[in-house]
């Protein structure tokens, strides 16, 4: 996580980084959050519970998805949620706040 928060901040975007999952999600859901990515490999993530609350979350703002593991059910699941991505890691920072760049302005 730590490339992709150093590449979106050198790009100018404000970033809030939560250890905790449930925390995080909370806070997306109060507002004032253009974009929601979810390390799905962080202990705190909580698994089936918070895979339920993105499902939720995923209608509502973009969300995207980090993890190793590079499962073809969790991938259409993924899709299937709505959210806005599933990227493998490891990943490039710069690279992958482009992409984010370009979805938030459309």
Do not use: H
């Amino acid at each position: 996580m730590g490339p992709l928060l150093g590449a979106l901040s050198e790009a100018g975007a404000m970033t809030e980084l939560f250890t905790d999952c449930t925390a995080g999600l909370v806070s997306a859901v109060r507002g004032g959050t253009d974009l929601l990515v979810i390390d799905m490999d962080a202990p705190s993530s909580g698994g089936l519970d918070t895979l339920a609350k993105i499902g939720r979350i995923a209608s509502q703002l973009p969300v995207l998805l980090l993890s190793a593991e590079a499962s073809k059910a969790q991938r259409m699941w993924a899709v299937e949620v709505g959210v806005l991505g599933y990227v493998t890691k490891p990943l490039d920072g710069q690279a992958l706040a482009r992409f984010l760049w370009k979805v938030l302005r459309g």
